[in-house]
């Protein structure tokens, strides 16, 4: 097939007036003739001239290849365009060269359907439309969809196959693309919940058959909307990214990690073996456990975000098929049941879901019941003394927020405190905490009681762009003293973002505040930013106060942190003591300050006032 051999007319037309002339003179009517036939031949051969032209812009220019091949067992290419070497990487010498090469370039997984097809066309003698892939010279996989027709001779037969080549690797990639997105999470790669869903039901199904346990583990990242509102949504997601790949090394190859939204994760512990020796714990539940285990120790290192390093901790929720529920859906809620009951109690922990303690209603009645609380100020401060350890004298108090529960009794604040964090509504909590506080002192003061003031600060609280301001404004409406009011900060809340930290930190100490780490010993400080930090008090947890003059480690973990913040110029101050033997032990060792039911619980403001009254002060095992 030669698509210019119209070019050999008008030369032969030629030739053959020169043959005439050498005949002898012509006839003037054949001469006139053949003047037309010449003219008419050079129109159709400029005719023919411009339609090449288009044919080869049309077949050469376009993103595709077109091919001509034999209609016969060699399958040789007669004709191929130029677009091969641009897709491919092949001349279209070499290609037309060897007949092989289509079939020997075709991707393993599609040869065979491939060639099937392509045979099945050729003997049918009908159009075919195929799809497959090509490999380049570069190794890149190419899409094709083929389109072909069988050219036939004039007996009918088979002649020739044509051909259209056209590149769809866009759109091949862009449906795999959209295939990966709808089972896949795209900031992470993970797989995405509906994909957890369906292999959890997959799992659940197996573990029927072969009498096995299925574990699901839901994870949420604490105070993760904190890093977003401070350090901003990019360094966020590469929080995520980084927790993600944590949370892969965390757990076993055989789990499978999903990302369910935000800081929300779930993991999958299938096919567990559920038999152990009998009276021994549950082996599918210890087994989880464990894998819980290992991602909270996972997440002890810091998290490196550049200019910054956040500690962080993950609240976990562990629910078993058939232990908890029998159905996927049912499983995932109890998992997420008990995450968000471990939130409450203490974050960075895990919880396995129990039917008597979990109340997913009992979570709506409270997101309702503190968002009347708010409107309506249903709020009540309990004061804890703070005592000199020397002589039992109190010297301050901590405030504590209680929920006036209209339905009977006080809500503590473990049970609404982390709810309130995740709603947004702990700022303006904090906000009443504070003006309360001075309402009160102001009300103290006027009996003749003067007390040190210690309340906390949420993270939310702290990272305020205008913290200081906003506290000093409210002390300022009641005349209250910057110096005897004691800021209190959790240890993992300063470790969040230390470098943020400590510039708030030094803001509030500037203006005249007093500074304390509340609950020191159960975060992950780094003693070298401790000593930057403007810190007045180091409150040592109460976990280690318990039996501590019993408990040798536990004692010798004191006596350090005793040393330490003398050592740094802070007050040591030991918080839930409990007994005399505790008190003795604590002052023989140097510690100033504490405070404990021994002393005093929690009480009202004017149990407060009466005490003072009634004792002088004095409030040593009342």
């Keep these: 097939m030669d698509p210019t051999s119209h070019q050999g007319r008008v030369p032969a037309l030629a030739a053959l007036r020169e043959l005439l002339d050498h005949l002898g003179e012509l006839p003037e009517r054949a001469r006139e003739l053949l003047d037309v036939i010449g003219d008419d031949l050079h129109r159709v051969d400029s005719e023919l001239r411009e339609l090449d032209a288009r044919y080869r812009a049309l077949v050469e220019q376009i993103p595709a290849i077109v091919y001509v091949d034999l209609a016969d067992e060699s399958m040789a290419t007669t004709y191929v365009s130029p677009q091969i070497e641009a897709l491919l990487g092949f001349t279209q010498q070499e290609y037309i060269d060897d007949p092989e090469l289509w079939t020997r370039q075709l991707h393993p997984d599609d040869r065979k359907q491939a060639l099937d097809t392509y045979t099945r066309g050729r003997e049918a003698g009908e159009p075919f439309t195929f799809e497959y892939r090509l490999m380049s010279t570069d190794g890149r996989q190419v899409w094709f969809r083929d389109s072909a027709v069988v050219i036939h001779d004039e007996n009918g037969d088979p002649a020739f196959i044509e051909g259209v080549m056209l590149d769809i690797t866009d759109r091949k990639n862009a449906e795999e693309q959209a295939a990966f997105l709808a089972y896949h999470d795209k900031l992470t790669g993970l797989p995405n919940k509906a994909m957890f869903e369906e292999l959890l039901s997959l799992a659940i199904a197996r573990a029927r058959r072969h009498d096995m346990a299925v574990a699901v583990i839901s994870t949420d990242l604490d105070d993760f909307k904190l890093v977003n509102d401070s350090l901003g949504h990019e360094k ?31 993991l999958l512990l299938a096919d567990i073996d559920r038999s152990g020796p009998p ?55 109890n998992a997420g049941a008990a995450m968000f009951r471990s939130k409450r109690n203490s974050s960075g922990g895990y919880s396995t879901y129990a039917h008597e303690n979990v109340d997913a209603l009992g979570r709506l009645s409270l997101s309702t019941l503190l968002r009347k609380a708010v409107e309506q100020q249903h709020w009540e401060l309990h004061y804890q003394p703070i005592v000199d350890l020397a002589d039992g004298k109190t010297i301050g108090v901590e405030a504590l927020i209680r929920l006036n529960d209209p339905n009977g009794g006080l809500v503590p604040p473990g049970e609404f405190i982390p709810l309130a964090e995740e709603m947004g509504l702990i700022e303006m909590i904090g906000d009443w905490v504070i003006e309360e506080v001075a309402r009160q002192d102001a009300a103290w003061r006027e009996e003749g009681l003067e ?48 470098d943020r930290t400590l510039r708030t930190l030094w803001d509030l100490h500037a203006k005249g505040l007093r500074l304390a780490i509340d609950d020191f010993g159960t975060g992950y400080s780094s003693l070298s930013r401790l000593a930057h930090m403007p810190v007045d008090v180091l409150k040592i947890d109460r976990s280690f106060i318990h039996e501590v003059h019993a408990d040798e480690q536990a004692g010798n973990m004191v006596k350090a942190i005793i040393q330490l913040a003398e050592g740094l110029g802070m007050t040591p101050l030991a918080e839930g003591i409990e007994t005399a033997q505790e008190w003795q032990f604590l002052v023989e060792n140097g510690c100033r300050l504490g405070q404990g039911y021994y002393f005093c619980k929690p009480v009202p403001a004017a149990d407060v006032l009466a005490r003072h009254r009634r004792a002088g002060l004095q409030v040593v095992g009342d």
């Design 236 to 266: 966020g997601d590469e929080l995520i990214r980084q927790l993600a790949d944590r949370l892969r090394e965390a757990t076993r190859e055989t789990d499978l990690v999903a990302r369910q939204s935000g800081d929300e994760f779930l």
């Design 279 to 333: 009276g021994s714990p549950d082996a599918a539940v210890l087994v989880a456990e464990g894998v819980a285990a290992r991602v909270r120790e996972a997440l002890i290192a810091p998290f490196d975000l550049g200019d910054t390093e956040v500690y962080l901790s993950a609240s976990m929720g562990i629910a078993l098929y058939p232990n908890h529920a029998h159905e996927p859906a049912e499983l995932l809620r």
């Design 451 to 498: 007390l040190e003031l210690s309340f906390n600060l949420s993270p939310r609280q702290l990272w305020q762009p205008d913290v200081a301001t906003r506290i000093l404004t409210r002390l300022a409406t009641r005349d209250v003293a910057a110096p005897r009011t004691i800021v209190e900060v959790t240890e993992s809340t300063a470790m969040t973002d230390p």
